[in-house]
């Protein structure tokens, strides 16, 4: 049930977006999300892993103000390094481990990874990321995982689970 | 508020262009790769908002916001690939390299065993 609202919910967002507010155009696009979401309600298995709760709802809100802030940050950041006539970087690839079970938490980790600064996802394995960065300050698996991936994981996993 | 929208659309071409300097300037593949996918990132949602904040009448907000949505979504998908892609097929790391757990972990040819 959660699952179905949740897909719901989405393809109408999408279409307000993109259709405007005009009241015709809700209720058919209302109609037309109805009909989608009961005929793939079996195959949208990865609305299942949202957790639903207040909690989660304002962890998630948080989570994407923190995602912003830090996007900023990592531009200014790529660009001072830039702009400087001896780029001073220090690379490395380095292995960092996540509690996150959920696959769709997962996923969006790596991606926050790639996106905040000086890192970069380059596989992931299970629940091993191997992260290129751009300047490594610590080598071994825990101080790589502390200064990288907890500030997402905290939030993530109230939000997956 | 047009005066805005183009200084936002400002901003966000400046990022766009360091990104490209820094495409030039980093010395390997995938010190490149962060500075093309970040700095791409960040100016293309400046130079897309301040699109629609300055040209408020043309209605086109919420298709912005969608653009803006896959952009986020699909360039860190795209740029994991292509660094990955390329540590497989022997792209080196620059020799300023600290260290590199990938290649010794060798996932590549624990996948061919099996």
């Given at each position: 049930?959660k699952?179905?609202?949740?897909f719901f919910?989405?393809l ?6 993109l ?18 979401t009961?005929?793939?309600f079996?195959?949208a298995?990865i609305?299942s ?5 207040p909690k989660a ?7 994407i103000i ?6 900023i ?5 790529v660009?001072i390094r830039?702009?400087?006539p001896?780029i ?17 938490g997962r ?23 191997y992260?290129h ?5 610590s080598?071994?698996?825990e101080?790589?995982?502390?200064k ?9 996993g109230?939000?997956?689970g | ?20 300097l820094?495409?030039?300037r980093?010395?390997d593949?995938y010190?490149?790769m ?22 408020l009448?043309c ?8 653009i803006i949505?896959?952009v ?10 292509l ?11 620059t ?20």
């Amino acid at each position: 049930m959660k699952k179905g609202f949740l897909f719901f919910i989405s393809l109408l967002i999408v279409w307000i977006l993109l259709a405007g507010t005009d009241w015709q155009e809700i209720i058919i696009g209302a109609i037309i999300s109805l009909l989608l979401t009961i005929i793939f309600f079996s195959k949208a298995t990865i609305f299942s892993e949202f957790n639903l709760n207040p909690k989660a709802i304002f962890y998630f809100l948080i989570y994407i103000i923190i995602f912003i802030w830090e996007l900023i940050k990592s531009n200014i950041d790529v660009a001072i390094r830039v702009i400087q006539p001896t780029i001073p970087i220090n690379p490395g690839i380095v292995k960092v481990k996540t509690k996150l079970k959920s696959r769709l938490g997962r996923i969006i980790l790596a991606n926050s990874i790639t996106l905040t600064p000086g890192t970069l996802t380059v596989e992931t394995n299970g629940e091993d990321y191997y992260i290129h960065w751009i300047d490594v300050t610590s080598g071994d698996i825990e101080g790589a995982t502390k200064k990288i991936v907890s500030k997402f994981e905290k939030y993530l996993g109230v939000i997956f689970g | 508020m047009e005066i805005f929208g183009a200084l936002i659309t400002l901003i966000g071409s400046i990022f766009l262009l360091l990104g490209g300097l820094g495409i030039l300037r980093m010395p390997d593949v995938y010190n490149r790769m962060q500075t093309g996918t970040k700095a791409t990132t960040l100016g293309s949602i400046l130079f897309l908002a301040g699109i629609s904040v300055g040209h408020l009448e043309c209605g086109c907000f919420g298709k912005i916001i969608i653009i803006i949505l896959f952009v986020i979504f699909t360039n860190p998908i795209s740029s994991n690939t292509l660094a990955r892609a390329a540590h497989y097929a022997g792209v080196k790391l620059t020799e300023r390299s600290v260290k590199d757990d990938l290649k010794e972990d060798n996932l590549e040819n624990k996948g061919e065993k099996k």
